[in-house]
């Protein structure tokens, strides 16, 4: 499976094995947690639309990244109100 990955889709097999970096990463949309998989789908398929198959991959791997950085900044917050919160 993976020599089919690295083969036919290079571009998904080298951002599944790149290393993580979150000191690089900044929210979507200048720094809101308004991401949403609805409009993900749209932005998904007006890629397809636009430039087929190899097009909608590469939009797929920023929206999956793009969730990513959201949920992890809502687990950050999450922790931070926790620890603020006792009394």
Same mark, same amino acid.
């Given at each position: 499976?993976?020599? /089919? =990955?690295? /083969?036919?889709?290079?571009? =998904? !097999?080298?951002?599944?094995h790149r290393p993580l970096d979150p000191a690089?990463? %900044? #929210? ?5 947690? %308004?991401?949403?998989? #609805?409009?993900? *789908? @749209? &932005?998904l398929k007006e890629a397809f639309d636009q430039?087929? =198959? !190899? &097009?909608?991959?590469? +939009?797929? =791997?920023? *929206?999956?990244?793009? *969730? @990513? ?5 809502? &687990? ?5 109100? &926790?620890? /603020? @919160?006792? +009394?």
């Amino acid at each position: 499976m993976h020599h /089919t =990955l690295a /083969t036919r889709i290079p571009v =998904l !097999s080298l951002q599944i094995h790149r290393p993580l970096d979150p000191a690089n990463e %900044s #929210p979507p949309d200048g720094g809101d947690m %308004s991401w949403n998989w #609805p409009a993900a *789908e @749209a &932005r998904l398929k007006e890629a397809f639309d636009q430039g087929g =198959l !190899s &097009r909608w991959i590469e +939009t797929a =791997l920023r *929206e999956v990244e793009a *969730e @990513a950085r959201v949920e992890r900044l809502k &687990r950050e917050a999450f922790h931070e109100n &926790r620890g /603020t @919160a006792k +009394t």
